[in-house]
């Protein structure tokens, strides 16, 4: 996943097509592991 040509780091979301993505587990070249949920239900309590 890469948004403004860079690969996410782990903690970060990105908001695409009214849906939130973020990243639970990356490395400096790919990310493994991504939790999708509706942007209106975006869990900010955990956010950083």
Known sequence: MTTL???HKRDETVEINHSAFRVLAAD???VYLLRV???GNVDTADAR
């Open 5 to 7: 040509g860079n690969v």
């Open 28 to 30: 400096s070249r790919c």
């Open 37 to 39: 949920t509706p942007s």
